[in-house]
Protein backbone atom coordinates (compact mmCIF):
# COMPACT_ATOMS: atom_id res chain seq x y z
CA UNK A 1 0.00 0.00 0.00
CA UNK A 2 0.69 3.35 -1.12
CA UNK A 3 3.14 5.66 1.44
CA UNK A 4 2.73 9.81 1.94
CA UNK A 5 5.47 11.75 3.64
CA UNK A 6 5.06 15.45 4.60
CA UNK A 7 8.77 16.93 4.96
CA UNK A 8 11.25 18.94 3.65
CA UNK A 9 13.11 19.09 0.28
CA UNK A 10 16.36 21.17 0.85
CA UNK A 11 19.77 21.49 -0.58
CA UNK A 12 23.10 20.69 1.87
CA UNK A 13 26.17 21.69 1.91
CA UNK A 14 28.46 19.41 4.19
CA UNK A 15 31.98 18.84 5.53
CA UNK A 16 32.84 15.73 6.99
CA UNK A 17 36.14 13.54 6.80
CA UNK A 18 35.48 11.62 4.18
CA UNK A 19 35.24 15.27 1.85
CA UNK A 20 33.05 18.71 0.98
CA UNK A 21 29.98 18.90 -0.92
CA UNK A 22 27.90 22.25 -1.84
CA UNK A 23 23.78 22.43 -2.64
CA UNK A 24 23.28 18.77 -2.95
CA UNK A 25 19.73 17.24 -2.87
CA UNK A 26 18.55 16.52 0.66
CA UNK A 27 15.94 16.52 3.11
CA UNK A 28 14.04 14.88 5.20
CA UNK A 29 11.00 14.26 2.68
CA UNK A 30 13.89 13.24 0.19
CA UNK A 31 15.90 10.80 1.64
CA UNK A 32 12.72 9.52 3.12
CA UNK A 33 11.26 9.00 -0.25
CA UNK A 34 13.95 6.96 -1.39
CA UNK A 35 14.25 4.71 0.95
CA UNK A 36 10.75 4.30 1.34
CA UNK A 37 10.55 3.90 -2.40
CA UNK A 38 12.16 0.34 -2.35
CA UNK A 39 9.40 -0.83 -0.98
CA UNK A 40 6.20 0.66 -1.85
CA UNK A 41 4.99 3.79 -3.59
CA UNK A 42 5.34 6.71 -2.29
CA UNK A 43 3.76 10.22 -2.40
CA UNK A 44 5.65 13.12 -1.40
CA UNK A 45 4.41 16.92 -0.08
CA UNK A 46 6.64 19.69 0.64
CA UNK A 47 7.30 23.06 -0.96
CA UNK A 48 10.83 24.08 -3.68
CA UNK A 49 11.63 27.17 -4.68
CA UNK A 50 12.67 28.50 -8.49
CA UNK A 51 16.20 26.74 -8.00
CA UNK A 52 14.45 23.23 -7.90
CA UNK A 53 15.19 22.25 -11.11
CA UNK A 54 13.77 18.87 -13.29
CA UNK A 55 17.09 17.26 -12.41
CA UNK A 56 16.51 17.36 -8.93
CA UNK A 57 12.92 16.13 -9.40
CA UNK A 58 14.10 13.12 -12.21
CA UNK A 59 16.01 11.72 -8.75
CA UNK A 60 12.60 11.74 -6.99
CA UNK A 61 10.69 9.81 -10.59
CA UNK A 62 13.19 7.90 -11.36
CA UNK A 63 12.50 6.21 -8.34
CA UNK A 64 9.05 6.02 -8.68
CA UNK A 65 8.18 8.69 -6.53
CA UNK A 66 4.70 10.63 -7.06
CA UNK A 67 5.82 14.52 -6.83
CA UNK A 68 2.75 15.92 -7.82
CA UNK A 69 2.80 17.19 -4.41
CA UNK A 70 5.67 19.14 -4.21
CA UNK A 71 4.55 22.83 -4.31
CA UNK A 72 6.55 25.34 -6.21
CA UNK A 73 7.32 29.02 -4.08
CA UNK A 74 8.86 32.39 -5.32
CA UNK A 75 12.52 32.43 -3.66
CA UNK A 76 15.36 29.64 -3.51
CA UNK A 77 14.90 26.14 -1.54
CA UNK A 78 15.78 25.41 2.43
CA UNK A 79 18.85 25.54 2.26
CA UNK A 80 21.49 23.70 5.24
CA UNK A 81 24.95 23.91 5.72
CA UNK A 82 26.74 21.54 8.35
CA UNK A 83 30.05 19.61 9.35
CA UNK A 84 30.66 16.40 10.93
CA UNK A 85 34.54 17.36 11.06
CA UNK A 86 35.41 16.36 14.58
CA UNK A 87 32.21 14.01 15.56
CA UNK A 88 30.60 11.46 12.65
CA UNK A 89 27.92 10.86 15.13
CA UNK A 90 26.39 14.68 15.42
CA UNK A 91 26.32 17.48 13.05
CA UNK A 92 27.46 20.70 13.73
CA UNK A 93 25.08 23.32 11.86
CA UNK A 94 27.16 26.32 10.22
CA UNK A 95 23.87 27.68 8.61
CA UNK A 96 20.28 27.06 8.64
CA UNK A 97 18.41 29.24 5.65
CA UNK A 98 14.79 29.01 5.45
CA UNK A 99 13.85 30.21 2.06
CA UNK A 100 10.29 28.86 0.50
CA UNK A 101 10.09 26.39 3.94
CA UNK A 102 9.35 29.27 6.12
CA UNK A 103 5.97 29.59 4.93
CA UNK A 104 5.26 26.06 4.10
CA UNK A 105 1.80 25.39 4.18
CA UNK A 106 1.28 21.48 3.54
CA UNK A 107 -1.13 21.20 0.94
CA UNK A 108 -2.31 17.51 0.07
CA UNK A 109 -2.84 17.16 -3.64
CA UNK A 110 -7.01 15.41 -3.66
CA UNK A 111 -5.66 12.27 -5.23
CA UNK A 112 -3.55 11.90 -2.29
CA UNK A 113 -6.42 11.81 0.28
CA UNK A 114 -7.06 7.95 0.27
CA UNK A 115 -3.24 6.79 1.17
CA UNK A 116 -2.95 4.43 3.83
CA UNK A 117 -0.20 5.17 5.53
CA UNK A 118 1.51 8.37 6.61
CA UNK A 119 4.80 9.70 7.79
CA UNK A 120 5.02 13.63 8.88
CA UNK A 121 8.62 14.17 9.34
CA UNK A 122 10.19 16.92 11.31
CA UNK A 123 8.14 19.90 10.79
CA UNK A 124 6.37 22.39 12.85
CA UNK A 125 4.11 20.26 15.35
CA UNK A 126 1.25 22.25 14.12
CA UNK A 127 1.30 21.47 10.86
CA UNK A 128 1.86 18.05 11.51
CA UNK A 129 -1.67 17.83 13.16
CA UNK A 130 -2.88 19.77 10.23
CA UNK A 131 -1.95 17.20 7.50
CA UNK A 132 -3.25 14.29 9.95
CA UNK A 133 -6.43 15.74 10.49
CA UNK A 134 -7.14 16.41 6.88
CA UNK A 135 -5.67 12.41 6.47
CA UNK A 136 -8.87 11.17 8.24
CA UNK A 137 -8.61 7.93 6.62
CA UNK A 138 -5.12 7.01 7.10
CA UNK A 139 -4.27 3.40 8.60
CA UNK A 140 -1.23 4.42 10.00
CA UNK A 141 1.18 7.57 11.39
CA UNK A 142 4.43 7.49 11.87
CA UNK A 143 6.36 10.80 12.92
CA UNK A 144 9.01 12.47 13.90
CA UNK A 145 10.17 15.45 16.01
CA UNK A 146 13.41 17.35 17.35
CA UNK A 147 14.67 19.16 20.59
CA UNK A 148 13.40 22.33 19.37
CA UNK A 149 9.97 21.55 18.75
CA UNK A 150 10.32 19.47 21.94
CA UNK A 151 11.26 22.92 24.43
CA UNK A 152 10.08 25.54 21.74
CA UNK A 153 6.11 24.51 21.08
CA UNK A 154 5.72 21.22 23.93
CA UNK A 155 1.96 22.36 23.70
CA UNK A 156 1.72 21.84 20.01
CA UNK A 157 4.05 18.77 20.30
CA UNK A 158 1.30 17.46 22.63
CA UNK A 159 -1.45 17.66 20.46
CA UNK A 160 0.54 16.23 17.69
CA UNK A 161 1.60 12.93 19.68
CA UNK A 162 -2.26 12.09 20.36
CA UNK A 163 -2.34 11.72 16.46
CA UNK A 164 0.93 9.62 15.70
CA UNK A 165 0.84 6.06 15.91
CA UNK A 166 4.56 5.52 16.07
CA UNK A 167 7.12 8.09 16.77
CA UNK A 168 10.49 7.77 15.63
CA UNK A 169 12.98 9.96 17.27
CA UNK A 170 16.43 9.51 19.17
CA UNK A 171 17.83 8.89 22.84
CA UNK A 172 18.52 12.74 23.75
CA UNK A 173 15.47 13.50 21.92
CA UNK A 174 13.78 10.72 24.02
CA UNK A 175 14.64 11.74 27.30
CA UNK A 176 14.31 15.32 26.60
CA UNK A 177 10.62 14.55 25.60
CA UNK A 178 9.96 12.73 28.93
CA UNK A 179 12.04 14.63 30.99
CA UNK A 180 13.60 11.06 32.41
CA UNK A 181 17.36 10.18 32.34
CA UNK A 182 16.26 6.30 32.25
CA UNK A 183 15.40 5.39 28.65
CA UNK A 184 13.28 2.71 29.73
CA UNK A 185 11.41 4.98 31.79
CA UNK A 186 11.33 7.63 29.31
CA UNK A 187 9.74 5.42 26.91
CA UNK A 188 7.13 4.33 28.84
CA UNK A 189 6.30 7.74 29.61
CA UNK A 190 6.50 8.97 25.75
CA UNK A 191 4.06 6.47 24.99
CA UNK A 192 1.56 7.76 27.79
CA UNK A 193 1.69 10.84 25.22
CA UNK A 194 0.33 9.19 22.56
CA UNK A 195 2.15 6.53 20.14
CA UNK A 196 1.24 2.89 20.57
CA UNK A 197 5.00 2.52 19.70
CA UNK A 198 8.21 4.54 19.74
CA UNK A 199 11.20 3.85 18.11
CA UNK A 200 14.56 5.43 19.71
CA UNK A 201 16.99 5.21 17.44
CA UNK A 202 20.47 4.54 18.60
CA UNK A 203 23.40 5.93 16.27
CA UNK A 204 26.30 3.33 15.59
CA UNK A 205 24.09 1.10 17.94
CA UNK A 206 21.09 0.28 16.42
CA UNK A 207 17.16 1.22 17.56
CA UNK A 208 14.75 -0.19 20.28
CA UNK A 209 11.08 -0.26 19.27
CA UNK A 210 8.76 0.20 22.27
CA UNK A 211 5.18 -0.77 22.91
CA UNK A 212 2.29 0.64 24.49
CA UNK A 213 0.89 -2.83 26.34
CA UNK A 214 -0.81 -5.04 23.74
CA UNK A 215 -0.48 -2.28 20.98
CA UNK A 216 -0.53 -4.39 17.59
CA UNK A 217 -0.43 -7.83 19.57
CA UNK A 218 0.14 -8.87 23.17
CA UNK A 219 2.67 -8.16 25.60
CA UNK A 220 5.01 -4.79 25.84
CA UNK A 221 8.31 -6.76 25.50
CA UNK A 222 10.94 -4.30 23.58
CA UNK A 223 12.81 -5.26 20.42
CA UNK A 224 16.29 -4.07 19.45
CA UNK A 225 17.56 -4.42 15.98
CA UNK A 226 21.10 -3.42 15.36
CA UNK A 227 23.05 -1.05 13.05
CA UNK A 228 26.16 -2.26 10.97
CA UNK A 229 29.77 -1.69 12.21
CA UNK A 230 30.86 0.35 9.03
CA UNK A 231 34.42 1.18 8.11
CA UNK A 232 33.96 4.33 6.53
CA UNK A 233 30.67 6.66 6.99
CA UNK A 234 31.29 9.02 4.34
CA UNK A 235 28.23 11.60 5.32
CA UNK A 236 25.81 10.85 8.11
CA UNK A 237 23.15 13.00 6.60
CA UNK A 238 20.23 12.00 6.06
CA UNK A 239 20.49 8.40 7.72
CA UNK A 240 17.85 8.98 10.38
CA UNK A 241 15.35 9.63 7.67
CA UNK A 242 16.33 7.09 5.39
CA UNK A 243 16.08 4.78 8.71
CA UNK A 244 12.41 6.03 8.69
CA UNK A 245 12.18 5.37 5.06
CA UNK A 246 13.30 2.23 5.04
CA UNK A 247 10.69 1.56 8.42
CA UNK A 248 8.12 2.84 7.24
CA UNK A 249 8.20 1.54 4.01
CA UNK A 250 8.42 -1.84 4.60
CA UNK A 251 5.18 -1.49 7.03
CA UNK A 252 3.31 0.11 4.26
CA UNK A 253 4.39 -2.58 1.94
CA UNK A 254 2.67 -5.65 4.29
CA UNK A 255 -0.43 -3.67 4.43
CA UNK A 256 -0.67 -5.11 7.71
CA UNK A 257 0.79 -4.07 11.25
CA UNK A 258 1.65 -6.86 13.39
CA UNK A 259 4.15 -7.05 15.94
CA UNK A 260 5.99 -9.27 13.82
CA UNK A 261 6.30 -6.62 11.06
CA UNK A 262 7.36 -3.87 12.78
CA UNK A 263 10.00 -5.66 14.14
CA UNK A 264 11.12 -6.54 10.56
CA UNK A 265 10.50 -2.87 10.05
CA UNK A 266 13.43 -1.99 12.37
CA UNK A 267 16.02 -3.97 10.29
CA UNK A 268 14.65 -2.57 7.01
CA UNK A 269 15.24 1.04 9.23
CA UNK A 270 18.92 -0.36 10.12
CA UNK A 271 19.47 -1.65 6.58
CA UNK A 272 18.50 1.67 4.73
CA UNK A 273 20.33 3.76 7.26
CA UNK A 274 23.52 1.71 6.67
CA UNK A 275 23.27 2.16 2.84
CA UNK A 276 22.69 5.68 3.13
CA UNK A 277 25.58 6.93 4.97
CA UNK A 278 28.15 5.04 2.91
CA UNK A 279 28.15 7.45 0.18
CA UNK A 280 27.18 11.74 0.19
CA UNK A 281 23.84 12.60 0.37
CA UNK A 282 21.26 11.06 -1.43
CA UNK A 283 23.73 9.04 -4.04
CA UNK A 284 23.53 4.93 -2.79
CA UNK A 285 20.16 5.26 -2.15
CA UNK A 286 19.60 6.51 -5.89
CA UNK A 287 20.84 3.26 -6.94
CA UNK A 288 20.33 0.12 -4.80
CA UNK A 289 18.54 -2.89 -5.96
CA UNK A 290 16.06 -4.90 -4.04
CA UNK A 291 19.00 -7.49 -4.05
CA UNK A 292 21.27 -5.65 -2.33
CA UNK A 293 18.61 -4.53 0.40
CA UNK A 294 18.07 -8.54 1.05
CA UNK A 295 21.53 -9.56 0.97
CA UNK A 296 22.30 -6.37 4.13
CA UNK A 297 19.05 -7.87 5.69
CA UNK A 298 20.29 -11.07 5.94
CA UNK A 299 24.20 -9.35 6.97
CA UNK A 300 21.87 -7.70 9.74
CA UNK A 301 20.52 -11.08 10.80
CA UNK A 302 23.81 -12.88 11.17
CA UNK A 303 24.67 -9.76 12.96
CA UNK A 304 22.52 -10.26 15.91
CA UNK A 305 20.89 -14.02 15.53
CA UNK A 306 21.80 -17.23 17.24
CA UNK A 307 21.88 -20.51 15.24
CA UNK B 1 36.05 -27.11 32.12
CA UNK B 2 37.31 -25.12 35.31
CA UNK B 3 38.62 -21.12 34.60
CA UNK B 4 40.92 -19.38 37.11
CA UNK B 5 40.42 -15.54 37.38
CA UNK B 6 43.18 -13.10 39.06
CA UNK B 7 42.38 -9.92 39.58
CA UNK B 8 41.08 -7.29 42.82
CA UNK B 9 38.98 -8.42 46.16
CA UNK B 10 38.10 -4.92 47.01
CA UNK B 11 35.76 -3.27 49.45
CA UNK B 12 33.52 -0.66 47.56
CA UNK B 13 31.76 2.53 48.90
CA UNK B 14 29.34 3.15 46.22
CA UNK B 15 26.36 6.44 45.94
CA UNK B 16 23.97 6.15 43.45
CA UNK B 17 20.48 7.63 42.85
CA UNK B 18 19.36 4.61 44.67
CA UNK B 19 21.04 4.88 47.85
CA UNK B 20 24.71 4.42 49.33
CA UNK B 21 26.57 1.60 50.78
CA UNK B 22 30.14 1.41 52.05
CA UNK B 23 32.75 -0.87 52.22
CA UNK B 24 30.54 -3.85 50.56
CA UNK B 25 32.51 -7.02 48.81
CA UNK B 26 33.08 -6.04 45.37
CA UNK B 27 36.22 -6.04 42.98
CA UNK B 28 36.65 -7.61 39.57
CA UNK B 29 38.03 -10.97 40.90
CA UNK B 30 35.09 -11.10 42.82
CA UNK B 31 31.78 -10.12 40.39
CA UNK B 32 33.69 -12.37 37.52
CA UNK B 33 33.71 -15.49 39.77
CA UNK B 34 30.46 -15.01 41.08
CA UNK B 35 28.75 -14.46 37.67
CA UNK B 36 31.21 -17.41 36.42
CA UNK B 37 30.11 -19.93 39.19
CA UNK B 38 26.89 -20.25 37.42
CA UNK B 39 28.78 -22.10 34.58
CA UNK B 40 31.63 -23.73 35.83
CA UNK B 41 34.11 -24.55 38.23
CA UNK B 42 35.85 -21.14 39.19
CA UNK B 43 39.32 -20.62 41.01
CA UNK B 44 40.70 -17.44 42.54
CA UNK B 45 43.71 -15.64 42.96
CA UNK B 46 43.67 -12.49 44.01
CA UNK B 47 45.52 -10.69 47.82
CA UNK B 48 43.32 -9.46 50.68
CA UNK B 49 43.92 -8.05 53.58
CA UNK B 50 43.22 -8.58 57.95
CA UNK B 51 40.13 -6.92 57.19
CA UNK B 52 38.66 -9.96 55.21
CA UNK B 53 36.65 -11.99 56.97
CA UNK B 54 35.38 -15.48 57.05
CA UNK B 55 31.81 -13.99 56.21
CA UNK B 56 33.42 -12.36 53.15
CA UNK B 57 35.21 -15.53 51.83
CA UNK B 58 31.89 -17.33 52.69
CA UNK B 59 29.88 -15.03 49.74
CA UNK B 60 32.10 -16.91 47.20
CA UNK B 61 32.36 -20.25 48.61
CA UNK B 62 28.56 -20.23 48.52
CA UNK B 63 28.78 -20.50 45.01
CA UNK B 64 31.71 -23.04 45.23
CA UNK B 65 34.15 -21.00 43.88
CA UNK B 66 37.83 -22.04 44.95
CA UNK B 67 39.12 -19.52 47.39
CA UNK B 68 42.40 -20.89 48.12
CA UNK B 69 44.41 -18.81 45.91
CA UNK B 70 43.40 -15.20 47.73
CA UNK B 71 46.53 -14.61 49.49
CA UNK B 72 46.54 -12.74 52.82
CA UNK B 73 48.46 -10.09 53.42
CA UNK B 74 49.18 -7.33 56.47
CA UNK B 75 47.51 -4.32 56.27
CA UNK B 76 43.95 -3.39 54.46
CA UNK B 77 42.14 -5.02 51.13
CA UNK B 78 41.84 -2.83 48.57
CA UNK B 79 39.50 0.08 48.49
CA UNK B 80 37.22 1.97 45.90
CA UNK B 81 34.96 4.86 46.72
CA UNK B 82 32.90 6.11 43.58
CA UNK B 83 29.60 7.61 42.27
CA UNK B 84 27.01 7.44 39.77
CA UNK B 85 25.04 10.51 41.14
CA UNK B 86 24.88 12.57 37.43
CA UNK B 87 25.67 9.57 35.31
CA UNK B 88 24.94 5.39 35.53
CA UNK B 89 26.62 5.10 32.73
CA UNK B 90 30.30 6.43 34.15
CA UNK B 91 31.33 6.00 37.96
CA UNK B 92 33.41 9.59 39.46
CA UNK B 93 35.42 7.98 41.79
CA UNK B 94 35.99 9.37 45.23
CA UNK B 95 39.07 7.39 46.10
CA UNK B 96 41.19 4.67 45.47
CA UNK B 97 43.34 3.10 48.46
CA UNK B 98 45.36 0.64 46.77
CA UNK B 99 46.48 -1.20 50.08
CA UNK B 100 47.59 -4.74 49.98
CA UNK B 101 47.02 -4.86 46.48
CA UNK B 102 49.53 -2.17 45.89
CA UNK B 103 51.90 -5.05 45.86
CA UNK B 104 49.67 -7.62 44.49
CA UNK B 105 51.90 -10.35 42.74
CA UNK B 106 49.77 -13.21 41.68
CA UNK B 107 50.84 -16.45 43.16
CA UNK B 108 49.12 -19.46 41.47
CA UNK B 109 48.87 -22.54 43.20
CA UNK B 110 50.19 -25.98 42.07
CA UNK B 111 46.68 -27.64 41.68
CA UNK B 112 45.08 -24.11 39.41
CA UNK B 113 48.24 -24.67 37.17
CA UNK B 114 46.47 -27.17 34.81
CA UNK B 115 43.21 -24.78 34.78
CA UNK B 116 42.26 -24.71 31.01
CA UNK B 117 40.34 -21.40 30.81
CA UNK B 118 42.06 -18.46 32.09
CA UNK B 119 40.93 -14.96 32.58
CA UNK B 120 42.99 -11.55 33.25
CA UNK B 121 41.20 -9.26 34.90
CA UNK B 122 42.36 -5.46 34.93
CA UNK B 123 45.30 -5.13 36.80
CA UNK B 124 49.31 -3.85 35.60
CA UNK B 125 50.06 -5.65 32.15
CA UNK B 126 53.02 -6.95 33.02
CA UNK B 127 51.21 -9.09 36.29
CA UNK B 128 48.85 -10.38 33.50
CA UNK B 129 51.46 -11.71 31.16
CA UNK B 130 53.34 -13.42 33.93
CA UNK B 131 50.50 -15.18 35.25
CA UNK B 132 49.89 -15.89 31.75
CA UNK B 133 53.86 -17.17 31.10
CA UNK B 134 52.99 -19.70 34.35
CA UNK B 135 49.86 -21.17 33.01
CA UNK B 136 51.21 -22.32 29.83
CA UNK B 137 48.66 -25.47 29.51
CA UNK B 138 45.84 -23.12 29.09
CA UNK B 139 43.29 -23.38 26.29
CA UNK B 140 41.87 -19.96 26.14
CA UNK B 141 42.76 -16.52 27.82
CA UNK B 142 40.39 -13.60 28.64
CA UNK B 143 41.63 -10.18 29.25
CA UNK B 144 40.43 -6.90 30.43
CA UNK B 145 42.75 -3.62 30.89
CA UNK B 146 41.56 0.21 31.03
CA UNK B 147 42.97 3.53 30.31
CA UNK B 148 45.47 3.82 33.12
CA UNK B 149 47.40 1.25 31.71
CA UNK B 150 47.11 2.20 27.47
CA UNK B 151 48.49 5.39 28.25
CA UNK B 152 50.80 4.45 31.24
CA UNK B 153 52.18 1.56 29.95
CA UNK B 154 51.73 0.51 26.31
CA UNK B 155 55.13 -1.72 25.77
CA UNK B 156 53.93 -4.13 28.35
CA UNK B 157 50.28 -3.86 27.86
CA UNK B 158 51.46 -4.75 24.05
CA UNK B 159 53.64 -8.11 25.46
CA UNK B 160 50.37 -8.69 27.36
CA UNK B 161 48.05 -8.57 23.96
CA UNK B 162 50.14 -11.15 21.97
CA UNK B 163 48.99 -13.62 24.94
CA UNK B 164 45.72 -12.28 25.07
CA UNK B 165 43.16 -14.84 22.83
CA UNK B 166 39.60 -12.86 23.58
CA UNK B 167 40.11 -8.61 24.73
CA UNK B 168 37.25 -7.38 26.81
CA UNK B 169 37.31 -3.70 26.70
CA UNK B 170 34.52 -0.81 26.68
CA UNK B 171 34.09 1.70 23.47
CA UNK B 172 36.00 4.07 24.50
CA UNK B 173 39.33 1.77 25.56
CA UNK B 174 39.38 0.39 21.76
CA UNK B 175 39.31 3.33 20.43
CA UNK B 176 41.64 4.53 22.42
CA UNK B 177 43.81 1.36 22.01
CA UNK B 178 43.51 2.01 18.21
CA UNK B 179 43.90 6.05 18.28
CA UNK B 180 41.27 5.29 15.65
CA UNK B 181 37.24 7.04 16.15
CA UNK B 182 35.33 4.32 13.76
CA UNK B 183 34.77 1.08 15.33
CA UNK B 184 35.64 -0.78 13.04
CA UNK B 185 38.56 -0.15 12.00
CA UNK B 186 39.21 0.44 15.50
CA UNK B 187 38.91 -3.04 16.29
CA UNK B 188 40.51 -4.71 13.49
CA UNK B 189 43.67 -2.64 14.55
CA UNK B 190 42.90 -4.16 18.41
CA UNK B 191 43.15 -7.56 16.39
CA UNK B 192 45.97 -6.98 14.94
CA UNK B 193 47.79 -6.70 18.28
CA UNK B 194 47.21 -10.25 19.20
CA UNK B 195 43.77 -11.16 20.51
CA UNK B 196 41.44 -13.42 18.11
CA UNK B 197 38.32 -11.92 18.57
CA UNK B 198 37.55 -8.47 20.70
CA UNK B 199 34.57 -8.16 22.59
CA UNK B 200 34.14 -3.85 22.82
CA UNK B 201 31.08 -3.98 26.19
CA UNK B 202 28.92 -0.80 24.54
CA UNK B 203 27.22 -0.08 28.14
CA UNK B 204 23.07 0.06 27.65
CA UNK B 205 23.32 -1.08 23.67
CA UNK B 206 25.14 -4.48 24.39
CA UNK B 207 28.58 -5.85 23.30
CA UNK B 208 30.03 -7.22 20.33
CA UNK B 209 32.28 -9.34 19.05
CA UNK B 210 34.66 -8.47 16.19
CA UNK B 211 36.72 -11.42 14.90
CA UNK B 212 40.28 -11.96 13.34
CA UNK B 213 39.44 -13.22 10.06
CA UNK B 214 39.16 -17.34 9.87
CA UNK B 215 39.59 -17.25 14.24
CA UNK B 216 37.46 -19.87 15.77
CA UNK B 217 35.97 -20.53 12.23
CA UNK B 218 35.58 -18.84 8.72
CA UNK B 219 34.93 -15.18 7.80
CA UNK B 220 34.76 -12.08 9.47
CA UNK B 221 31.58 -10.93 10.42
CA UNK B 222 31.13 -9.65 13.95
CA UNK B 223 28.27 -9.88 16.03
CA UNK B 224 26.07 -8.19 18.43
CA UNK B 225 24.57 -8.85 21.73
CA UNK B 226 22.03 -6.62 23.11
CA UNK B 227 21.79 -4.91 26.92
CA UNK B 228 18.27 -5.07 28.49
CA UNK B 229 16.50 -1.44 28.89
CA UNK B 230 15.82 -1.72 32.86
CA UNK B 231 13.64 0.51 34.55
CA UNK B 232 16.09 0.89 37.44
CA UNK B 233 20.08 0.52 37.51
CA UNK B 234 20.33 0.27 40.91
CA UNK B 235 24.09 0.04 40.72
CA UNK B 236 26.04 -0.44 37.96
CA UNK B 237 30.04 -1.25 39.73
CA UNK B 238 31.11 -4.77 38.47
CA UNK B 239 28.53 -4.96 35.67
CA UNK B 240 31.66 -5.51 32.80
CA UNK B 241 33.15 -7.59 34.97
CA UNK B 242 29.68 -9.82 35.61
CA UNK B 243 29.61 -9.87 31.48
CA UNK B 244 33.36 -11.35 31.76
CA UNK B 245 32.31 -13.85 34.48
CA UNK B 246 29.44 -15.01 32.06
CA UNK B 247 31.06 -14.73 28.83
CA UNK B 248 33.83 -16.56 29.88
CA UNK B 249 32.30 -18.72 32.12
CA UNK B 250 29.73 -20.29 29.53
CA UNK B 251 32.59 -20.80 27.28
CA UNK B 252 34.70 -22.60 30.14
CA UNK B 253 31.22 -24.71 30.31
CA UNK B 254 31.43 -25.64 26.93
CA UNK B 255 34.89 -26.76 26.25
CA UNK B 256 35.07 -26.42 22.27
CA UNK B 257 35.33 -22.43 21.33
CA UNK B 258 33.82 -21.74 18.26
CA UNK B 259 32.18 -19.65 16.94
CA UNK B 260 29.17 -20.33 17.88
CA UNK B 261 29.82 -20.74 21.40
CA UNK B 262 31.46 -17.17 21.74
CA UNK B 263 28.21 -15.45 19.92
CA UNK B 264 26.17 -17.82 23.23
CA UNK B 265 28.39 -16.91 25.52
CA UNK B 266 27.93 -12.55 24.64
CA UNK B 267 24.56 -13.13 25.61
CA UNK B 268 25.13 -14.64 28.59
CA UNK B 269 27.44 -12.23 29.18
CA UNK B 270 24.85 -9.57 28.75
CA UNK B 271 22.53 -11.69 30.79
CA UNK B 272 24.73 -11.37 33.76
CA UNK B 273 25.82 -7.80 33.56
CA UNK B 274 21.82 -7.31 33.23
CA UNK B 275 21.14 -9.05 36.48
CA UNK B 276 24.24 -7.40 38.31
CA UNK B 277 23.03 -3.88 38.30
CA UNK B 278 19.48 -4.87 39.25
CA UNK B 279 20.87 -4.91 43.18
CA UNK B 280 24.28 -2.66 45.29
CA UNK B 281 27.22 -4.99 44.49
CA UNK B 282 26.93 -8.23 44.37
CA UNK B 283 23.70 -9.40 45.83
CA UNK B 284 22.06 -9.99 43.22
CA UNK B 285 24.57 -12.43 41.36
CA UNK B 286 24.81 -14.41 45.27
CA UNK B 287 21.24 -15.78 44.90
CA UNK B 288 20.76 -16.81 41.06
CA UNK B 289 19.46 -19.95 39.77
CA UNK B 290 19.86 -21.25 36.27
CA UNK B 291 16.67 -21.32 35.95
CA UNK B 292 16.33 -17.25 36.13
CA UNK B 293 19.80 -17.20 33.76
CA UNK B 294 17.89 -19.59 30.84
CA UNK B 295 15.07 -17.49 31.25
CA UNK B 296 16.67 -13.95 31.15
CA UNK B 297 18.75 -15.44 27.82
CA UNK B 298 14.86 -16.24 26.18
CA UNK B 299 14.27 -12.47 27.21
CA UNK B 300 17.51 -11.60 25.64
CA UNK B 301 16.63 -13.38 22.69
CA UNK B 302 13.13 -12.21 22.14
CA UNK B 303 14.57 -8.74 22.30
CA UNK B 304 16.42 -9.40 19.05
CA UNK B 305 15.33 -12.21 17.15
CA UNK B 306 12.82 -12.24 14.48
CA UNK B 307 10.47 -14.54 13.95
Redesign the interface.
Known sequence: MSILVVGSVAFDTIATPSGTVKDILGGAATYFSLAASYFTDVRVVAVVGEDFLPEHEAVLKKRGVDTRGIGRSAGKTFRWGGQYLDN?NEAKTDFTELNVFEKFQPRIPREYLDTPFLFLANIHPSLQTAVRLEMDGVRLTGGDTMNFWIKGTPKELAETLKLVNVLLINDTETRMLAGE?????A??KVLALGPKALVVK?G???A?I?FREDAFGAGS??????AL?????KDPTGAGDSFAGGFMGYIASQGEVSR?VL??AL?YGGVMGSFAVERFGTERLQNLTRDEIEGRFQ?F???????
Chains 1, 2 share one sequence.
Do not use: S
Not at 229 to 233: A, F, G, L, S
Not at 301 to 307: E, S
Open positions: LKNLLRANHEYGTFHPFRAPPIDEVEKRFVRQLTHLD
